[in-house]
């Protein structure tokens, strides 16, 4: 099958034109002003759109096996699709959680029935429960990049030390969700004066600041690696720029909820808005959107956490953590980056490049099982490739949800920028938005 891509404005390495791209066979073919259509190919107008590395998604909660109600690896794979996204990092804690042979094989085995292509995030220690490391260098030997027990970070400073020792020569990075559980507590919005006028129980800023500024300090005695999940205090991630100063290995993400939404989204207390780490104030997230734009964060990850229906109908502080995430996630990143003055190229990097760099699924890395993801738009790459029209207008819908699960923060939002083509492993998956 061959695909062109016409009049794009084609988002490469080294330069941003106006070209035509062919796509043959898997690969792209031809980058040039004018390319002569194969015959049978399909042709596709993308005069005025970006054309770009296909999106990769460091974190997202695929839910199988253990709570299919809420999602699949298939439907979360549809998800993805629509939102622009060619790979994506299936998060372990399932139920049970990736932390065996069997269970990565079997994730990896259904993800390469979808047309994108999903990685695993492995967990760190078996059961998720903070204490034994589960067999990192078996399932490295699987393809297991990235390791986490998100969901929750892990407390004890001696085991995190334990698994960085084990990590570093295995060439893997750990990622860790930060917050410290002594002092989060049983909080179910951010601590602080918005909690306290609804008369919620708060997760202080400080339970997440104070495991980055722990890791940090593990990284520098283990000279191991360490991916920060969701970061979303000023804080935070200014000790993550000041350590990246001092030449730490330490990378980082942020979700676009906490770009896009604050503290006072829980006024009306709508367990939709009910996330970990919570929404915080209005100065974190000009100061996230500040970072954001500078480069300090390799990565937007959504994060996208679904619940079925009947977990989210319930009372605030007893509804389960997490709002979905991939859907929308392309035209919140291009708010938070300005909209208007959104610079493609850093568009691309935080949604595609420095994502695949975290996960190590770029052609340099080598990696056998997965295509490549995050390069240069030219000839001879894998052809993972995302359209993306910045001048389009639309609603966020929950009806239109490709996901099973509904519980969007986003339902009748205005949103600027939408993906409009998805091509993955060479297939035209989506295209004007609709799966194909
Ligand atoms: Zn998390």
């Known amino acids: 099958m061959s695909i062109v891509l016409r009049r794009g404005l084609v988002v490469g390495l080294s330069s941003t034109r106006v070209a035509d791209v062919l796509v043959r066979d898997g690969r792209i073919a031809e980058v040039a002003p004018r390319v002569e259509a194969p015959a049978g190919a399909r042709e596709i107008d993308a005069e005025g759109c970006w054309v770009g590395p296909g999106f990769v998604d460091l974190h997202t909660h695929l839910r199988e096996p253990g709570r299919e109600a809420a999602e699949t690896i298939e439907s979360g794979a549809r998800a993805g699709a629509v939102g622009g996204y060619c790979a994506l990092v299936a998060m372990p804690n ?16 259904r993800g390469a029935r979808t047309p ?20 990192m260098a078996e399932l490295a030997a699987l393809g297991v990049r990235l390791f986490t027990d998100d969901g929750t970070g892990v407390q004890d400073p001696a085991v995190m030390r334990r698994a960085l020792d084990y990590a570093r020569p295995l060439g893997v990075r750990l990622a860790q969700h930060c917050e410290d559980e002594s002092l989060a507590g049983a909080g179910s919005m951010n601590e602080g ?9 708060g ?6 600041e104070l495991m980055v500024m722990r890791d940090i300090e593990l990284v520098r005695l283990t000279g191991a690696a360490v991916h920060f999940l969701h970061l979303s205090t000023a804080r935070s991630i200014a000790m993550v720029e000041a ?19 604050d503290e006072e989204a829980c ?12 929404l915080r104030t209005a100065d974190d997230v000009v100061a996230l959107r500040r970072a954001l734009r500078d480069g300090e964060f390799d990565a937007v990850a959504t994060d996208h956490a679904p619940h079925s229906p009947e977990l989210k109908d319930c009372a605030f502080d007893e509804a389960p953590a997490g709002m979905l995430g991939l859907e929308h996630a392309a035209s ?24 695949a760099r975290v996960a190590q ?26 359209v993306f029209d910045p001048r389009a207008h639309w609603v966020a819908s929950r009806a239109a949800l490709q996901s099973r699960a509904r519980n969007t923060p986003y339902d009748g939002r205005p949103l600027s920028g939408r993906v409009t083509t998805t091509i993955a492993r060479g297939q035209l998956v989506v295209h004007e938005g609709q799966l194909q």
């Open 94 to 109: 399932t139920e049970p959680a990736l932390d065996n042979v069997a269970l990565v094989a079997y994730v990896l085995e």
């Open 361 to 386: 699924l770029r052609a340099e890395d080598q990696r056998v099982r997965l295509g490549a993801h995050g390069g240069d738009v030219r000839a001879g790459e894998d052809a993972n490739l995302t």
């Open 267 to 278: 006024a009306g207390f709508d367990a939709l808005f009910k996330v970990h780490p919570p």
């Open 332 to 355: 919140l990143t291009y708010e938070a980056l300005g909209a208007a003055s959104c610079d493609p190229l850093r568009f691309f990097d935080v949604l595609s490049r420095g994502p």
């Open 193 to 201: 004066a918005v909690s306290g006028r609804l008369g919620l129980v």
């Open 116 to 135: 994108l292509d999903v990685a695993v995030a492995g967990a760190i220690t078996m059961g998720r429960a903070g204490q034994h490391l589960t067999p």
């Open 243 to 261: 350590a990246r100063r001092e030449g730490l290995d330490v990378t980082c993400e942020v979700a676009p909820h906490h770009l896009t939404l």
């Open 203 to 208: 997760r202080p800023a400080l339970a997440e």
